[in-house]
């Protein structure tokens, strides 16, 4: 005779889609509106972009870098992965700024 268990886990994921998932998705489009912003001869959209930049780079530091909603792990976890992905993401607007910017001011 043998006696034969069966356990079933079920992780809830809703947690995580409204402390990690929804606000990070929402800083990387917020970090798109810098695209949006109308170039002008005297530069005056200058100091708001680099603001909404340093801004929302900031903002995924301390949400996705900040460790109190994720789980204690020992290894790399997809949250783990979108995290990076979304840093790279605002980081990379940021930084395509400050080219933009360096080249156009040198061009002239």
Not at 8 to 16: A, K, L, P, S, V
Not at 36 to 55: D, F, I, M, S, Y
Not at 70 to 76: D, L, M, Q
Request: glycine letters at 8%; a positive charge.
């Amino acid at each position: 005779s043998s006696v034969h268990l069966t356990f079933f886990f079920e992780r809830q994921t809703g947690f995580f889609l409204l402390q990690i998932y929804t606000p990070l998705t929402l800083i990387v489009f917020c970090s798109w509106v810098s695209f949006w912003l109308v170039k002008t001869e005297k530069g005056g959209e200058v100091p708001a972009r680099t603001a909404l930049g340093a801004t929302t780079v900031l903002a995924i530091v301390n949400l996705g870098f900040g460790g109190k909603a994720k789980p204690k792990v020992g290894y790399a976890t997809a949250m783990d992965m979108y995290i990076v992905l979304c840093f790279f993401a605002v980081f990379a607007a940021l930084v395509e700024f400050a080219c933009i910017n360096f080249v156009d001011t040198f061009i002239k």
